[in-house]
């Protein structure tokens, strides 16, 4: 468990570390190249002994579950999701936070009320609208999310018909600026089109308004 300098939460918890996405502009696999906290970053590692950590935090805290992994990635074996939910079970006090590019896993479990259900968008792409639609219908009765970021496009699109009905749904949505040597400078229409009654804009991106 790590405090952290993200707006949106109060700690890191990280009991996976690796991903096999291969998103080119992945900060944790920079970060690991720099540490070394695994060998591999395409070959996840999980740490059991990781998952009594939120039990040590007492005050009520929002914890960022795997921001050095996708949770429900492919690869990631269901007994490993399965311990980490149980740990959100055990520990009501907390909101867990997960966050996926692939929602459609969610529907293999099932989530305490304390946990919110997250989906990265970073661009429109050809089953975008179709993850959107997921991550409505697989929540339930949990607090859901989109994070934005890094911004790298137009998001127009994901705002009308269809999945735009399911886009009110979603109970927040987070926008960031990809950041970093060679980072991409969101353009103002970028930002101006993702339209909802909740938006939290992260200091990263505040200056593009």
Known sequence: ?????????????????????????????????????????????????RLINPSKVKKPSKIFV?????????????EWIQKI???AEQNPHHTFQ?????????FEFVFPKNCWLGLTIDEVK???????NMLKVSSFSN????????LLGD??????????????????LIVGAMTGGGAIKPEKEWIDSIKHKNIFYKNNIKKYL
Not at 66 to 78: N, P
Not at 98 to 106: C, V
Not at 126 to 132: A, E, G, I, L, Q
């Open 66 to 78: 795997c921001s050095m992994a996708d949770l429900f990635g492919e690869w990631v074996k269901k």
């Open 98 to 106: 997960f966050l996926t590019k692939n929602p459609r896993r969610y």
């Open 143 to 150: 607090y859901t999310f989109i994070s934005f970021e890094p």
């Open 155 to 172: 998001m127009t699109q994901l705002f009308h018909g269809g999945v735009g009905e399911s886009m009110k749904r979603i109970n927040l």
């Open 1 to 49: 468990m790590n405090k952290t300098k993200i707006e949106w939460a109060d700690y890191t918890w990280n009991p996976v570390v690796g991903c096999k996405h291969g998103c080119w502009y992945c900060f944790a696999k920079r970060m690991n190249d720099r540490f070394k906290w695994i060998n591999k970053w395409t070959e996840p590692k999980f740490y059991p002994k």
């Open 85 to 87: 939910i149980q740990v």
């Open 126 to 132: 050809n089953d975008t609208n179709t993850k959107v």
